[in-house]
């Protein structure tokens, strides 16, 4: 009797270390699994960050190519319209197509370079407008600040403001205006653009314009949390305002 006892003893310690041994053993081939599906799913994450950074660059090159053809049109219209100022905007004119030519190619391109072509294509449109035209600029650029000559601005940023401003401004309104303030202090990019405008002109061009939704779409892919981009439109007065956070976006350039 007492020898049944201990066979029954030995044989539940028996099943009991096998049973230890079987669950560690599933316990170590479920651990092994789940660091291969770990290390699996994070080299599939990083194939797709690939692949959605190549297909990002690709829609910029592709909007890059519709939007140069656009600007040298309206560029070139400009000058052709008032012939007789032709000579005066020929150094702007060089300034604007040097830029376009060989600047726009680049993916970033520094603050000053981009701000003396958004002034110099200001020059260009002023050709367009009389003389006692109520055009008011601003300017306040802090050039010892420490992103203004740094790679971090993409070019051609400014051109969808400007070329909005002149296009749809009301001229022959008694009161009609173009006010543009450009501001870079602190790492922060400001631009403003306020015209007299004709409202229905502004929604068919919010509606359907390719030169706005391309405007927004590379505000998203380049800069996406680092900007902010604010449109009003109010008693016939148009008004834009972007500003780009670029010293954040120049710090997360440089530790990415």
């Given at each position: 009797?007492e020898g049944?006892?201990y066979m029954?003893?030995d044989?539940?310690i028996?099943i ?5 041994f ?7 081939y479920?651990f092994?699994?789940?660091q291969k599906?770990k290390?699996k799913?994070?080299k599939l ?7 959605e950074?190549?297909l990002?660059?690709?829609?910029l090159e592709?909007i890059?190519?519709k ?11 400009s ?7 032709t000579?005066?905007?020929?150094d702007k004119l060089?300034n604007?197509?040097?830029y ?8 970033f391109?520094?603050?000053k ?13 002023k ?10 600029i ?16 993409a070019?051609?940023?400014?051109v ?6 002149f296009?749809h401004?009301d ?7 173009i006010s543009?303030?450009l501001?870079?202090?602190?790492g922060i ?7 007299k ?5 502004v929604?068919?061009k919010?509606?359907s ?6 405007f927004?779409?590379?505000?998203k892919?380049?800069?996406n949390?680092h900007?902010s981009?604010h449109?009003?439109?109010k ?14 976006f120049y ?6």
């Open positions: 009797m049944n006892y029954i003893h044989y539940l028996f009991g270390v096998f049973a230890i079987f669950f560690l053993t599933v316990s170590i479920l092994s699994q789940n599906f290390i799913n994070t994450s990083e194939a797709n960050k690939i692949i950074q190549r990002n660059e690709v829609q592709h890059g190519t939007l140069n053809p656009h600007l040298f049109k309206n560029i070139l219209n000058v052709q319209s008032h012939a007789y100022q000579y005066m905007s020929l060089a604007v197509l040097d376009i030519l060989y600047e726009s190619n680049n993916k391109v520094s603050p370079e981009e701000l003396n072509f958004a002034l110099s294509l200001i020059e260009i449109n050709i367009k407008i009389n003389p006692l035209f109520d055009f008011r601003k300017s306040r650029i802090d050039k010892s600040d420490t992103v203004y000559e740094e790679k971090v601005f070019p051609l940023i400014s969808d403001l400007i070329e909005n401003a296009k401004t001229f022959l309104a008694q009161d009609s205006f543009i303030q501001e870079l202090e602190d990019f400001t631009m403003k653009v306020s015209n405008a004709s409202l229905k002109n929604l068919e919010e509606k314009g390719f030169g706005s939704q391309s927004d779409q590379r505000l892919m380049i800069y949390n900007y981009l449109k009003s439109s008693n016939g007065i148009f008004t834009a305002e972007l500003t780009i956070n670029l010293r954040e710090d997360k350039m440089r530790y990415s």
